[in-house]
């Protein structure tokens, strides 16, 4: 019963595994001297938190004052556990041929895999929070470990970009954070001082009673507040920046991970504004601004020269288009976001797990010094070559499906809304393919077979969580299970 | 109303000098003047707190005026004094936008906070409503201040002006759990430190904190 006056988790919990154990990893790498034990220290810790996290899907935890598990955030939950597992074996290999280079040092290291760690257990505290406060402290913090690790190289741009990141994204949660505090005083009066007034599982109950108006201006503030975080246009400046700058492996659990907490804290309270049924319809609201996304970066993809701005920017149209389809709403654009958001999260972190290799190897970020991958490292160069054709949404990949959905239902329903839709996809997928095939066709420059042979061994490593996320992906596309179907369903119908 | 209509008129007095000294943030030209406006609103809010603890009866607002009271009106000032002698920073606020469009904007942002707040706040608490516009005018000022002035050290106080606007607004909603102030609060001093860290490695590498000339570098290098 400890658990239900505390709100903490007790120790038969397994979210009480998920929350401490990448905490206390977080501590124990902070002190670890050797970063070669702390990269597998780090991969242990993660491997330990996505086993937890399975439990998960077994065990259904009963609420507490301050966690919850239900059937929408649970998918959150695995799924970040697991990319984080996959990232985490990819940084033992990234950071073991950057060493090689001497750009870090070992106290940045050290820091660098206690970050790694502590950023892993304010996204899940985000994802399992039961109380709005307690989830925008996670997000806050999830910002916080993340504008260090973007500083991380300590050269101009990358504390440039770090600059940008933090002012803009703690301007954002500010802003959330006042959303917050209003919607606390929507519930306040029907529900009472305390910690109800703050918890989702009781709000959701009661939200019928609360006041619309004051709902409506909250979520304004919440929509700009996490939509700063999510990197809809036109608050996506900080994006492409922190995505460039930092170390490849945070550029992957940013782009796949961190957009995909912020849009679930979005969707939390559309949730709300759903039970509530008196407010203005929030729809309109994200259809704008996830369409307004999907087409400033599909031009903007034309555009780029640095191959991690440009799929820094295709992760912009992305989190537009699953902004839009939930946007939409109705049971089966809310299925083809949520299908979306783990395509995305698996297809985008793998890019840029073959674009960490590929800008060690070649020794740049630019596009135009990169040719001939599938010629000069063919594991590698077809592993990219897959994920950027899903990327760009060919079948039979899983992102082809779900963008298929999201416009059938668009255009089964509101067919003006379907054409733009249709143009901005096509956009990106022209630059994508155009990109792709500078890259990865043609001749490979020289130099690159002398260096191919360095670090075979932290390739052969970093190559395995590439492939397994596109296996992922491909399968997903030819056959989703009956089970997950059925379970994308009902949480489908949980958005409203 | 007797006691009910005090509690009502001091903890308004208060709030307004709070929204007042940002208003005041908006015209100060020499960058000493701003930190020390600052720390007086930082006192001001400690006030509010402190009043609300004493009002709601709510024990847990008084660490909450603490850490504005110690915290925030006194050691980030000497902090910010402490930089901008060590680094020797340009003094002066040089702004985006003149100052008197840019008081004509506050008092707009005033104006547009209580419009937005009192209609659909009926069901709240009188207490609760007006400090809420308050708070709401406090959040936008600090806001407008990022973006019309220039340099890092003055961006960081409108920034810090806004999470003052965002506490004013915590203490004021009735029975808000001690979660989320004491979070607010750590939250600012880890948000602080990591100025600090980001003052030095931005003084390591450029010769001045205006953002302008951070920004030279945009977008890609071709």
């Known amino acids: 019963m400890i658990d239900r006056l505390t709100g903490l988790p007790g120790l038969e919990n397994p979210l009480l595994w998920i929350l401490a154990v990448p905490l206390g990893a977080a501590g124990f790498l902070a002190v670890l001297r050797d970063w070669r034990v702390a990269s597998w220290v780090n991969v242990a810790a993660s491997a330990l938190t996505f086993i937890a996290s399975l439990v998960l899907l077994r065990v259904r935890p009963a609420p507490t004052k301050l966690f919850f598990i239900d059937d929408f955030n649970v998918y959150l939950v695995v799924l970040t556990a697991f990319v984080g597992l996959t990232t985490s074996v990819f940084s033992a290999a990234y950071i073991a041929r950057e060493s090689e280079g001497n750009r870090l040092s070992d106290l940045h290291l050290r820091f660098y895999h206690a970050m790694y760690q502590a950023f892993l257990f304010t996204m899940l505290l985000a994802l399992s929070a039961n109380n709005t406060g307690v989830m925008w402290v996670a997000v806050e913090a999830a910002t916080l470990t993340t504008v260090l690790m973007v500083s991380l190289y300590r050269t101009r741009e990358a504390i440039e970009a770090a600059w940008k990141y933090f002012i803009l994204c703690s301007v954002g949660i500010g802003l959330a954070l006042f959303g917050t505090i209003l919607v ?313 | 109303m007797g006691a009910g209509q005090i509690s009502y008129d001091v903890a308004h007095l208060i709030g307004a000098t709070v929204l007042m000294a940002g208003l005041q943030l908006l015209y100060q030209r020499r960058l000493f003047a701003v930190i020390n406006t600052f720390a007086f609103q930082a006192l001001a809010l400690a006030a509010a707190a402190g009043w609300q603890a004493h009002v709601q009866n709510a024990p847990h607002l008084y660490v909450t005026a603490g850490i504005a009271l110690v915290f925030k009106a006194m050691i980030v000032p000497f902090a910010l004094h402490w930089l901008i002698e060590k680094l020797g920073i340009h003094r002066s606020v040089e702004t985006a936008m003149s100052i008197g469009w840019t008081m004509m904007a506050g008092v707009a942002l005033v104006a547009l906070s209580i419009l937005l707040v009192l209609p659909v706040t009926a069901n709240a608490a009188a207490l609760t409503r007006e400090s809420l516009a308050l708070a709401m005018s406090v959040v936008l000022i600090g806001l407008l201040m990022m973006i019309t002035r220039r340099n890092a050290v003055t961006q960081v106080v409108g920034f810090m002006a806004l999470e003052n606007g965002l506490i004013l607004a915590a203490v004021s909603a009735k029975g808000m759990p001690l979660v989320v102030e004491i979070s607010v609060a750590f939250s600012v001093l880890v948000a602080m430190t990591l100025f600090g860290i980001f003052f030095f490695r931005i003084r390591e590498r450029f010769d001045t904190l205006d953002i302008n000339d951070v920004e030279t570098y945009r977008g890609d290098r071709q």
């Open chain 1, 184 to 496: 606390y005083l929507a519930a306040q009066p029907v529900m009472g001082d305390g910690a109800d007034s703050m918890a989702w599982t009781e709000m959701m109950r009661r939200a019928a009673e609360f006041q619309p108006d004051l709902l409506n201006l909250a979520f304004v503030f919440v929509l700009v507040g996490y939509g700063t975080k999510v990197g809809l246009a036109p608050l996506h400046a900080w994006l492409p920046d922190a995505h460039a700058e930092g170390p490849t492996p945070i550029s992957a659990v940013l782009s796949g991970l961190l957009l995909n907490v912020a849009l679930y804290a979005l969707l939390r309270f559309k949730m709300l504004l759903s039970a509530n049924g008196q407010t203005l319809s929030p729809g309109p609201l994200l259809v704008v601004m996830g369409l307004s996304s999907l087409f400033l970066s599909a031009f903007m993809l034309y555009r780029r020269g640095d191959i991690k701005r440009l799929f820094a920017y295709s992760s912009i149209e992305h989190m537009g288009l699953i902004t839009f389809a939930f946007g939409m709403g109705g049971p089966l654009a809310n299925f083809a976001g949520l299908l979306h958001m783990t395509m995305h999260s698996l297809t985008k972190s793998a890019i840029f797990f073959a674009v960490g290799i590929i800008s060690q190897n070649e020794g740049t970020k630019r596009i135009a010094d990169i040719r001939g991958l599938t010629m000069s490292h063919p594991v590698l160069g077809w592993g990219f070559v897959l994920a950027v054709l899903a990327i760009a949404g060919l079948p039979p990949m899983g992102v082809f499906m779900s963008e298929f959905l999201v416009l059938g239902s668009t255009f089964s329903r509101q067919p003006l809304l379907a054409l733009p839709l249709a143009i901005a996809l096509l956009l990106a997928f022209g630059a994508l393919i155009s990109r792709l095939q500078m890259m990865a066709f043609g001749e490979p420059p020289p130099r690159s077979a002398v260096q191919s042979h360095a670090g075979r061994a932290s390739s052969i490593l970093a190559l395995t969580p590439l492939w397994l996320h596109m296996a992922l992906v491909l399968m997903a596309g030819l056959y989703l299970p009956a089970p997950l179907v059925a379970w994308f369903h009902t949480v489908a119908r949980m958005l409203g």
